[in-house]
């Protein structure tokens, strides 16, 4: 059997990105933001498979979303398998799984990868990471007021100042009282609608106030007037002011409230805000980017008391957020937010010779159980190639095995940044190191 | 519309693994151990998407392999893609696609989630995750004795003695040379034979005799008389004693020798040691538990240096080997040594009274950025039933606050584990739980 002679391409699959030790370098450094955020709130880290039964997005979304948007095959056992496009629906069949044994309220987050079937294009990826933070069992807005103040909190560690992003509400039980109550729309219109505000900020504003008559006809001057209120106070004073009004205006107020008192001021409401799925059921949240020149949605989330009943008929209340790798990652590097890259290697052993190894291989045997990360030159290079090949890592020391240095026991230890030189023993390296 | 009661099922997808946190824990844990041995090494991250061109795994695979072993579907960009089933190839092509710009020796890790379609069966699920160690642009021994040395390492740190697992070394030099040369076979019948002898220890002795004869007709004896060699030398003696035997045999010496002098002395030859994969071009090993009750393959790998030729036929040395999450977690189950389940949350705040939450979020706040993570209570639970919440959830630490402990600004701070309690203030609190 000859083997054919082929030429296979390296590049990656389209729409997927490889990490280099460089990218890994800032993914991890922003999962690590996340992580530790998250854990100072309180929540656990949780995770499941990419691959979920297809009929878990069925539930709670159309047909034609399954098969158009995501990666849904059928395997050989005729399972239909989707590759997750969003990690709600997963925790919320682990959540419903164990129900009675977990402890609630429940503080769980992930930091999953999530697949849509669409053209690539800039910030839109078929497969990106998205941290998710969800907090169960909770009905009241202290629920809302943590969760926000989680995502608050991600975006100060980040780097960026309260005048550099806001945090918008809205509640969708107020949207849902304007349309079915006050406009008394059916489901299919209601919806239309929502899909209609979630466009607004790409449409001009005869398109949108067009399409808003061509869907509510003699309402929609009045629907328009609440929708194009100036702030809080002015969308209220256009609704009724009976019980069922007042109290989720209250809502709203004790939310920003709450939140002011944590010393959380950027939040405005919003009657525009709609956020993508169907399954929120009282308040949600963006997080915008006031970049004057490129504003944006950054990440948000809602309450979402409903979905867990997909699963066996019993509620459980719900409010969290997913907020994914790509924008967080264009956002840092648009406010200049990015850590220089440094590989976790602090020390280049240096041979003068091949005999010299050995005795590297033992010294750094010595150094790492004390928490140095030590690499040995393995190659036949000069000296000095191997120090530049040291620098090209930026790996941040140098020292040089040779006879001298073996003979006394000394080296000369060298910072490659600050061209800083201390004569090291085994004993005095590692302190040297990790102490500078 | 009116909307189906569905009532989906909360089973996660066959073969795949859902992480609560409790599992969670103990993933990060063995990760975590990964990481820090392989950096302590000087090896930096990686990643890429699980998935791959379908392409990437015919070149080094049959046909068969591909559609009946993997997940392999059509997108609707009619490309074949393939749920990467070992992370080899994806790391080759990566290094190859960036060749000049690298600096080499790279020495690179990963721990890749990887698929593989077949029954699910102890130890052998659908979707594992798996520890990818790389040294790649070292020819010599050097590279085998680094990443030996760090495989030894990682089983050292997960908890195990020296004696509870062996380091067995093969060549597929020697192999190949008694196979091809010795033996005379062409290459189907010699990769017949690498298969027999990879399932050598699943048959009993009469049965793999009689295959091997079956395969080797009158040649079979004197292998078989090779193959039952009791140990390295008595295997050599068998061997002519020409330069390029010597060569070969010198070389499994080399890396004994020095792998000995970094008093890693648990090592063996094994001249039955094959390794699964057929890109495997030198020195091969195993991790091998040495349990009495469940003597099996922990993990293992190997030099490919010709691998990276299918890129654009230039070779690049490499050695390497994955470790599995499954098998590792396995073992520190049979030998006790799984860490005891603690969330990261140190702070439990619980409160008397609805109106407390305000100020336990405050106080939280204050708590956060010093490193105390902590949860507040949410809830309307009486304070029992919290403090029961916060033993469940194993948190260690808990604070109540009620009238009296606002007023006078101080806490009684309750380890749940000891009993213990401390006086503790905003200031104080702390360093008392982190210095603890």
Not at 10 to 36: C, H, L, S
Not at 40 to 55: F, H, I, T
Request: negative net charge; aromatic residues 10%; glycine residues 6%.
């Amino acid at each position: 059997m000859e083997k054919k002679v082929i030429k296979l391409s390296t590049e990656a699959y389209k729409g997927v990105r490889d990490f280099y030790p460089e990218d890994m370098f800032i993914q991890n450094y922003i999962f690590n933001i996340f992580k530790k955020v998250c854990e100072s709130y309180g929540y656990n880290e949780y995770n499941a498979s990419v691959l979920e039964p297809a009929d878990l997005y069925r539930a709670k979304s159309s047909e034609e979303i399954v098969t158009e948007q995501t990666y849904t095959f059928t395997d050989r056992g005729d399972r239909e398998v989707t590759l997750r496009p969003e990690m709600t629906p997963t925790v919320a069949r682990m959540v419903s799984a164990r129900k009675q044994e977990l402890s609630f309220p429940l503080r769980w987050y992930s930091i999953p990868n999530l697949f849509r079937y669409e053209k690539p294009q800039k910030g839109r990826l078929r497969e990106h990471w998205q941290l998710n933070v969800d907090l169960f069992g909770v009905t009241d807005t202290s629920a809302e007021v943590e969760v926000v103040s989680l995502a608050y909190t991600i975006m100060k560690e980040i780097g960026l100042k309260d005048t550099d992003f806001q945090i918008r509400l809205n509640s969708r039980k107020i949207m849902n009282y304007i349309l079915s109550d006050l406009m008394s729309l059916d489901e299919v219109t209601a919806q239309k609608i929502c899909r209609l505000i979630d466009k607004k900020q790409k449409m001009s504003t005869e398109d949108f106030d067009l399409a808003v008559k061509e869907l509510l006809t003699e309402k929609s001057a009045e629907f328009l007037t609440l929708l194009n209120s100036q702030n809080f106070e002015e969308f209220v004073s256009k609704l009724p002011k009976g019980q069922e009004v007042v109290e989720k205006v209250d809502e709203i107020r004790e939310v920003v409230a709450k939140l002011e008192k944590l010393g959380i001021t950027n939040v405005i409401f919003d009657q525009t805000l709609m956020r993508g799925f169907d399954y929120y059921t009282g308040i949600v949240f963006e997080v915008f980017d006031n970049n004057p020149e490129n504003r944006r949605s950054v990440f948000g989330g809602g309450r979402y008391d409903d979905l867990l009943a997909i699963f066996d008929g019993q509620k459980v209340p719900a409010f969290g957020f997913g907020a994914g790798d790509v924008i967080i990652r264009d956002i840092m590097e648009t406010y200049k937010l990015l850590p220089e890259y440094r590989p976790k290697t602090d020390l280049y052993i240096c041979t003068l010779a091949k005999e010299y190894q050995e005795y590297g291989n033992e010294l750094a045997q010595k150094l790492r159980p004390v928490g140095v990360k030590v690499a040995v030159n393995l190659t036949d290079k000069k000296v000095g190639d191997q120090i530049k090949s040291a620098d090209k890592q930026k790996i941040p020391y140098i020292i040089c095995l040779g006879e001298d240095e073996l003979k006394k026991g000394e080296f000369k230890l060298k910072n490659l940044k600050t061209g800083e030189e201390k004569v090291a023993t085994e004993d005095t390296m590692a302190s040297l190191i990790l102490n500078s």
